[in-house]
């Protein structure tokens, strides 16, 4: 079999997979994978806090830091710079002594706000029920 009809059989199967009903018949193979990006982007951890913490404006490096608890100064820059790839966040740097540096949300960033907060309320509205659900599953699990 080549190369050329193994591709034709992995993207039929992605098709026939696609007909079943669900939100993924919507979207052709492009947007599907674009959506997958964006939401690994917007769905990891700490850009959910990050996106959180700008809520109520622009916010320097240094504080964006203190307000997140357990971020590494490592994975603040790296997130930070991901958001601002993508158009979420702004990164604005004043000419003073010492440096002042400031994140804030673009409106694309705010249009998001309210998903990433509904996301984190219902984290903490379930937080115990979920807790409950793991300790469960682990003791089940154990051998």
Same mark, same amino acid.
């Given at each position: 079999? @080549? ?9 039929? *199967? ?7 009903? @669900? /939100? ?25 806090? #990050? #996106? @959180? %913490? ?6 320097? &490096? ?5 307000? #997140?608890?357990? #971020?590494? =100064? ?9 958001? =601002?790839?993508?158009?979420?966040? %702004? ?11 400031? &994140? ?5 960033? %705010?249009?998001?706000?309210? %998903? *990433?907060?509904a996301l984190a309320a219902w984290s903490a509205d379930h937080h115990a029920e979920i807790r409950?659900? =793991? ?7 154990? /051998?």
């Amino acid at each position: 079999m @080549g190369s050329g009809d193994l591709r034709r059989r992995r993207t039929n *199967v992605r098709a026939n997979v696609r007909t079943v009903p @669900g /939100p993924c018949a919507h979207w052709n193979d492009e947007d599907a994978d674009f959506i997958r990006e964006v939401l690994d982007l917007v769905g990891d951890k700490w850009s959910v806090l #990050i #996106i @959180g %913490t700008l809520a109520d404006g622009p916010v320097r &490096y240094s504080d964006l830091g203190q307000a #997140i608890p357990g #971020i590494s =100064q490592r994975m603040l820059t790296l997130t930070l710079k991901h958001l =601002q790839r993508t158009g979420l966040v %702004t990164r604005t740097s004043y000419p003073e002594v010492p440096p002042r540096v400031e &994140y804030a949300l673009t409106d694309l960033g %705010t249009s998001l706000l309210s %998903t *990433v907060l509904a996301l984190a309320a219902w984290s903490a509205d379930h937080h115990a029920e979920i807790r409950r659900h =793991q300790a469960t599953y682990d003791n089940r699990a154990a /051998p």
